[in-house]
């Protein structure tokens, strides 16, 4: 069976942009023709010959190396992968009736807004309350469910502590075509950020490998030799610089697992109330106590890390039509920079 369930590895609730071997064929050195979709009908298990010819079209299907179509003929030799967004595990996930924010929503996708404080997938302590609990029993009531069997298929992931947009296929094709474009990193996305300080340069790419950190495995550390961890690059541009904080744009080249978290405590500004990397404390700013007080209560109007996934666009599966959507921001993210901005304007 192709799987399209979600695997969290370690709690860490972003995935990478990367797509992970599910199935590896050699084809025997008397092997006579046949076609590849039949090839793989053969060989896997409870899959359906409609899933194989998604999979193969989406491009997630490779013949030695390459890119193939469903009408090739196997020869003596090949080896044939079949490459999904996630790693090869597959996990029970209960129905539960939790209200959705849907922004979009058709036959092969829909785009939801998913708030601060909710997991994306179940894992170690997080087994019911996640968005795929919703969106398992939002497909169940759909009239296109599969008789109470259609799962969600996630091909991207924010963090529990972070607002914003998210894309979920409802199809096999869909789930295919779309890991494909995050895969390519062809998808565009956008966050919103308060940091602290103001970076040397307005605007600016950070171009760092980062992986898991040999100290703590819930914390991702930059590697800027390039030695460990994989490429990861974020555009940076300030909006609203604010003297001790500054509100910025990221925008993602590569998906990798709290990439802009990593990468703005690596340039020396880490997220605002970001208690993994450092920002939950005062990094910039005065020794006053009037001062510590306001910062504190700057982390009781947004008690958790300012990270919002503000824009997504994406090509279509089936329509291939452009597509691009924005949520505006958290009201408690708004509050914190107006907040900001009034103390500002008062002691500047």
Same mark, same amino acid.
């Given at each position: 069976?192709?799987?399209?369930?979600?695997?969290?590895?370690?709690?860490?609730?972003?995935?990478?942009?990367?797509?992970?071997?599910?199935?590896?064929?050699?084809?025997?050195?008397?092997?006579?023709?046949?076609?590849?979709?039949?090839?793989?009908?053969?060989?896997?298990?409870?899959?359906?010959?409609?899933?194989?010819?998604?999979?193969?079209?989406?491009?997630?299907?490779?013949?030695?190396?390459?890119?193939?179509?469903?009408?090739?003929?196997?020869?003596?030799?090949?080896?044939?992968?079949?490459?999904?967004?996630?790693?090869?595990?597959?996990?029970?996930?209960?129905?539960?009736?939790?209200?959705?924010?849907?922004?979009?929503?058709?036959?092969?996708?829909?785009? *939801?807004? %998913? +708030?601060?404080?909710? /997991?994306?997938?179940?894992?170690? #302590?997080?087994? &019911? !309350?996640?968005?795929?609990?919703?969106?398992?029993?939002?497909?169940?009531?759909?009239?296109?469910?599969?008789?109470?069997?259609?799962?969600?298929?996630?091909?991207?992931?924010?963090?529990?502590?972070?607002?914003?947009?998210?894309?979920?296929?409802?199809?096999?094709?869909?789930?295919?075509?779309?890991?494909?474009?995050?895969?390519?990193?062809?998808?565009?996305?956008?966050?919103?950020?308060?940091?602290?300080?103001?970076?040397?340069?307005?605007?600016?790419?950070?171009?760092?490998?980062?992986?898991?950190?040999?100290?703590?495995?819930?914390?991702?550390?930059?590697?800027?030799?390039?030695?460990?961890?994989?490429?990861?690059?974020?555009?940076?541009? *300030?909006? %609203? +610089?604010?003297?001790? /904080?500054?509100?910025?744009?990221? #925008?993602?080249? &590569? !998906?990798?697992?709290?990439?802009?978290?990593?990468?703005?405590?690596?340039?020396?500004?880490?997220?605002?109330?970001?208690?993994?990397?450092?920002?939950?404390?005062?990094?910039?700013?005065?020794?006053?106590?009037?001062?510590?007080?306001?910062?504190?209560?700057?982390?009781?109007?947004?008690?958790?890390?300012?990270?919002?996934?503000?824009?997504?666009?994406?090509?279509?599966?089936?329509?291939?039509?452009?597509?691009?959507?924005?949520?505006?921001?958290?009201?408690?993210?708004?509050?914190?920079?107006?907040?900001?901005?009034?103390?500002?304007?008062?002691?500047?």
């Amino acid at each position: 069976m192709i799987e399209d369930v979600e695997y969290s590895p370690d709690g860490l609730e972003e995935k990478d942009d990367e797509l992970y071997e599910h199935f590896r064929f050699v084809a025997d050195k008397g092997q006579s023709p046949i076609r590849l979709d039949k090839f793989l009908m053969d060989r896997i298990q409870n899959s359906t010959r409609s899933r194989i010819q998604a999979a193969i079209e989406a491009g997630t299907v490779q013949l030695n190396e390459q890119p193939t179509k469903n009408s090739y003929k196997i020869k003596p030799n090949d080896v044939v992968r079949v490459l999904l967004s996630q790693p090869p595990r597959e996990d029970v996930v209960l129905p539960e009736n939790i209200p959705l924010e849907i922004i979009y929503e058709d036959d092969e996708l829909l785009v *939801v807004n %998913k +708030p601060a404080g909710m /997991v994306v997938h179940p894992a170690y #302590n997080n087994y &019911t !309350g996640t968005l795929v609990n919703a969106l398992t029993y939002h497909f169940q009531n759909l009239p296109t469910g599969r008789n109470g069997t259609g799962r969600p298929g996630l091909v991207h992931r924010i963090d529990k502590d972070t607002s914003g947009l998210l894309v979920i296929a409802k199809t096999e094709y869909a789930m295919a075509h779309l890991a494909k474009q995050f895969f390519d990193h062809s998808i565009e996305r956008t966050y919103i950020a308060v940091i602290w300080g103001q970076p040397d340069q307005l605007e600016g790419t950070i171009n760092v490998h980062i992986g898991r950190s040999e100290k703590d495995r819930r914390v991702v550390a930059p590697y800027p030799d390039g030695s460990q961890g994989k490429h990861a690059i974020t555009h940076y541009k *300030v909006l %609203k +610089p604010m003297y001790y /904080v500054s509100q910025i744009q990221c #925008n993602l080249e &590569t !998906g990798r697992t709290h990439q802009i978290r990593s990468h703005m405590k690596y340039i020396g500004h880490p997220l605002f109330n970001d208690e993994t990397y450092g920002g939950h404390k005062i990094v910039k700013g005065t020794t006053f106590a009037k001062y510590a007080q306001f910062v504190e209560n700057c982390f009781k109007i947004l008690p958790r890390q300012a990270l919002h996934a503000k824009s997504l666009g994406f090509i279509h599966p089936t329509t291939k039509e452009k597509l691009h959507f924005e949520s505006p921001l958290p009201v408690e993210f708004t509050e914190l920079i107006e907040k900001w901005e009034r103390y500002i304007e008062a002691n500047g």
